[in-house]
C-alpha cells in the first residue's frame, strides 16, 4: 500500500513538500537553539569579566588597606597624636579613607566632559559657491587708546 501512495503523484507531491516543510522547521529551530546559545555565551562572559574586574579592585583595595595599616603602624604613638589618630583607630580611618576614594571615583566615571562646539569657527560656504571666513570685531590698540 505505501508503494501504492507513493507512486500517486499527487501523493509524492504533499510528501516533497511535507518533507521540506518538516526540514525548514527543524532548521528553524537549530538557528533559534544557536541564538540562544549565542547569547547565553555572551552573558556568561560578560558575568565573567565583570566578576574578574570586581575580584582585581577588590584586590587592589585590599592592598592599599594593608599597605596604608602598615604605615601607620610603623608610626610612633607621639607622631601617631600629632595627626590625631590613637593606635585602636588606625582600621576606622583607613577605612574611611578608602571609601572617600571609591566614592570620588564614582562620582568622576559618572562625569562627561561637554562637547565642543567646533562649528563656529569654520569657514561658510555663500551662496556662490567661496568660503565666506567669520568676521570678527577689529582689535583696537590700547596703548594708542590711553
Known amino acids: 500500500m505505501y508503494l501504492w501512495l507513493l507512486s500517486n503523484p499527487d501523493i509524492t507531491h504533499e510528501v516533497v513538500v511535507g518533507r521540506g516543510l ?54 610612633n604613638d607621639r607622631a601617631l597624636k600629632d595627626i590625631g589618630v590613637s593606635r585602636g583607630e588606625i582600621y576606622a580611618r583607613v577605612e574611611e579613607v578608602l571609601e572617600a576614594e571609591a566614592r570620588r571615583r564614582e562620582i568622576a566615571a559618572d562625569v562627561r566632559p561637554l562637547p565642543i562646539d567646533r562649528g563656529r569657527d569654520r569657514p561658510r560656504r555663500t551662496a556662490e ?18
Open 22 to 75: 518538516r526540514a525548514e522547521a527543524m532548521s528553524r529551530a537549530s538557528y533559534a537553539a544557536m541564538t540562544r546559545l549565542e547569547d547565553l555565551v555572551r552573558h556568561v562572559a560578560r558575568v565573567a569579566v565583570g566578576s574578574a574586574g570586581a575580584a582585581w579592585r577588590a584586590l587592589a583595595r585590599w592592598h592599599r588597606r594593608r599597605r596604608a595599616m602598615a604605615e601607620l603602624g610603623a608610626l
Open 129 to 146: 559657491g567661496r568660503h565666506d571666513r567669520p568676521r570678527r570685531a577689529p582689535q583696537t590698540d590700547r596703548r594708542r587708546a590711553a
